[in-house]
């Protein structure tokens, strides 16, 4: 359609407008001019014909001010004084006035407005984790997915988060910006100063840099959160007490937000531990009371013992239903390593790159380190949790109501099992949701967690079910497995939307012949041929857990270095988030079973609960089963504003998806931004604004800019502890 003579005056406003310097400018008139009047419309319809002018009619709810305008655009973008004397003295006009083109910063809610640079920071453009563009020859985009929150505005204002290590260096020039000291406490030698009297202790220090590196201040790089409130909390992981770990783990209860912790039971694979009676009641106590009724948000790093066939189904942390276990993927897309299986595991992040790993390891996670240095070495699961804690940080600054179920839901719905799918064992559930042994619900994924939390519902309240079956112990034999049956139904369990399933019980082992010896972890240190024995072993237990949809959950692998036999497991809690939004009516069936070829496994005691919500939640219902086709992959809702991501563009604001940006904004990572002539990453913006005729003289006018070419695109293992 041609544009009207009215879109050609508004185009040739708006390009003499960017033309004009913004002081000193000379003034721009357009061809319109708004008259006060008597005499009502008709008077001023003959009006505006004696002059040869249009009454486009009353301006506003002004009442006798209406809207002049040349019948033609010749006279367009010229002061015409005459004109404008000349209705002035009419005697029914009151004021007559030419009206001035100027030109207003839009602050609408459309995005429009929106600035953004990528960090200036020195090590920026090694910070692949964050923003990957294959620097380290890896799979571009295989990253933390953290511009786009960034540029949405969120970058973890006001949130408070705390990493539980052996300490933070409080000094550190990328760190002392966002240090917290309410947030911070010293549990090893006393005080509230967390920094580690050794630089040796730098584990806590590295993992806060991930989170909470300060942007735009010439040192290292930046944080995922990098505008957070940073508390660090040491405690003495070598020496590890219940009343130490539950004070360092509630400390601040009602101001900490997100605690960090990437350590826990050493991941060798023939130790079985987890959080002693005070610790646990901090957890139960904690979801209930922290953030003033919220619950408090724990993440832990799942685990470094893949190697060593360990699973985190042997490690009480991160198979508790109160905290969100994160394991770590290796940016070529698989499973890293040294990453652990288990069925309590919500996700992982890009926290490991094979590329470039050798004993002389470089191109891990860039962070901070004691001394005030810097070290692009750091990697593993350790290097996992405090990552999604910063997401995590994101999120609840874009919602500051979100419940520690919240969160977790936000995990199950937003990670991005895609890049994956080719490298794990994966299953749809019954809730719809693909979940894996390896990687959980998939690769963390800050934009998609942001957004959907921006518009998040609350979920309903908790309900739990406790479950005895009809059997509840026997006895398992190599090749003759223990199944159990229990039906859950409307009688014993209100829950119709599954969250954690935990299975309970007590696993003894029976060395019952004199060809066999008994063993217990410590032996290992007298004799490490001892974890070959072929005799009766802890690690040749498999428990697997079958919903009535028929998805499996394996809650204990086979450890493969787990050569105890004098301990099993006693009352212990065996967990899985594979049955997610499932419906859990109907029967399920547990199967222990034993691969040693003498003794054998005494079970007890079992049990299972099942939690959940009496409901479907409201922000689940309202997932469609076809995303729009503006979507890039996930979404909220049936609308392109409730997408994960957009195929091609979006306005941060509004959220919604267009083709392309309006020509006053630029694309930078799939999102509409103010334009600049260059930003810290290389990136340039390209704009062009197109002049039109003025007066019968064609002038095309180009203004080029320059926008972002490609910018580096930036996305460690857990330290092995023994707690006591």
């Keep these: 359609m041609a544009p009207t003579p009215s879109d050609l005056l508004g185009l040739l406003a708006t390009v003499a407008l960017l033309l004009t310097p913004a002081s000193g400018a000379r003034k721009l008139f357009t061809g319109s001019w708004a008259v006060e009047l008597s005499g009502g419309d008709a008077a001023a319809d003959a009006l505006a014909a004696r ?65 953004f640079s990528f960090p200036s920071d020195p090590m920026w453009d090694e910070q692949w984790v964050l923003y990957n563009s294959g620097q380290t020859s890896g799979p571009r985009g295989i990253d933390l997915n953290v511009v786009p929150a960034w540029i949405q505005g969120f970058t973890g204002g006001g949130v408070v988060v705390s990493v539980v290590d052996d300490g933070v260096q409080a000094s550190h020039p990328d760190l002392s910006r966002n240090f917290d000291s309410t947030a911070s406490a010293n549990f090893a030698e006393g005080g509230s100063d967390p920094t580690p009297p050794t630089p040796d202790d730098s584990h806590g220090t590295s993992c806060a840099g991930e989170i909470a590196m300060a942007a735009n201040n010439d ?21 590890l007490t219940d009343i130490i770990e539950a004070r360092a783990l509630s400390f601040q209860s009602n101001y900490i937000q997100v605690y960090s912790n990437s350590w826990g039971p050493s991941d060798v694979g023939f130790v079985v531990a987890g959080p002693s009676t005070l610790t646990k009641r901090v957890f139960q106590q904690g979801v209930k009371t922290g953030r003033s009724g919220l619950g408090s948000i724990w993440v832990f790093a799942s685990g470094n013992g893949g190697q060593e066939g360990d699973s985190c189904a042997a490690d009480g942390y991160a198979s508790s239903i109160y905290t969100i276990a994160v394991g770590s993927a290796d940016q070529g897309v698989g499973q890293a390593f040294y990453d652990e299986d288990c069925s309590g595991k919500m996700a992982v992040s890009y926290s490991f790159n094979s590329q470039t790993f050798s004993p002389f390891t470089y191109d891990q996670v860039l962070t901070t380190t004691t001394m005030s240095d810097c070290v692009d070495s750091f990697t593993g699961t350790s290097a996992s949790a405090p990552l999604l804690s910063g997401v995590i940080a994101l999120a609840l600054q874009a919602n500051s109501g979100l419940t520690w179920r919240d969160i977790q839901y936000l995990t199950a719905y937003t990670s991005d099992p895609a890049p994956l799918l080719p490298h794990g064992e994966w299953t749809t559930n019954g809730g719809g949701l693909l979940v894996s042994h390896q990687f959980g619900f998939g690769a963390i994924d800050a934009e998609a967690m942001v957004t959907r939390a921006r518009r998040w519902i609350g979920v309903p309240e908790q309900s739990v079910c406790t479950i005895t079956p009809s059997v509840t112990s026997g006895t398992v034999l190599k090749g003759q497995p223990l199944v159990i049956q229990f039906s859950v139904d409307a009688s014993n369990c209100d829950v119709v939307f599954v969250e954690h399933v935990v299975v309970e019980m007590t696993l003894t082992i029976s060395v019952d012949t004199p060809d066999y010896q008994e063993y217990d972890y410590r032996d290992y240190y007298f004799d490490p041929g001892v974890i070959n024995h072929a005799g009766p072993r802890r690690g040749d237990i498999m428990i697997e857990l079958l919903s009535p949809v028929g998805t499996k959950s394996v809650l204990l692998p086979h450890r493969k270095n787990d050569f105890v036999n004098e301990e099993g497991y006693s009352d212990w809690p065996f967990m899985s988030v594979h049955h997610w939004g499932e419906n859990p009516q109907g029967a399920w069936s547990v199967s222990v079973s034993f691969a040693s070829n003498g003794g054998s496994v005494d079970m007890s005691g079992l049990g299972a609960t099942v939690y959940g919500t009496s409901n479907i939640p409201q922000a689940v219902q309202q997932i469609p089963s076809q995303c729009s086709p503006e979507c890039a992959r996930g979404c909220a809702g049936p609308g392109p504003e409730f997408c994960d991501a957009c195929k091609d563009n979006r306005m941060p604001e509004s959220l919604e998806c267009v083709p392309s940006c309006p020509s006053e904004l630029c694309s930078v990572d799939g999102y509409c931004v103010v334009c600049s002539s260059s930003d810290s990453s290389g990136r340039f913006a390209i ?28 996305r460690s293992p857990r330290r092995e502890y023994v707690t006591i």
């Design 51 to 115: 002059h040869g002018l249009v009454n486009h009619g009353q301006v506003g709810a002004l009442e006798g001010v209406y809207h002049f305008a040349l019948a033609l655009e010749d006279d367009a973008g010229e002061h015409l004084p005459e004109r404008t004397a000349a209705l002035a003295v009419e005697d029914e006009v009151v004021r007559a006035e030419q009206q001035e083109a100027f030109r207003r910063v839009k602050r609408a809610s459309n995005g429009s407005g929106v600035e």
């Design 219 to 239: 040192h290292c790089g930046a944080g995922v959160a990098h505008d957070c409130n940073l508390g660090g909390i040491r405690i003495n992981l070598e020496a």
């Design 687 to 714: 704009s062009a604004i197109v002049g039109i005729a003025i007066g019968g003289v064609v002038a095309l006018v180009v203004v080029l800019g320059l926008v972002a070419l490609i910018c580096r695109r930036l």
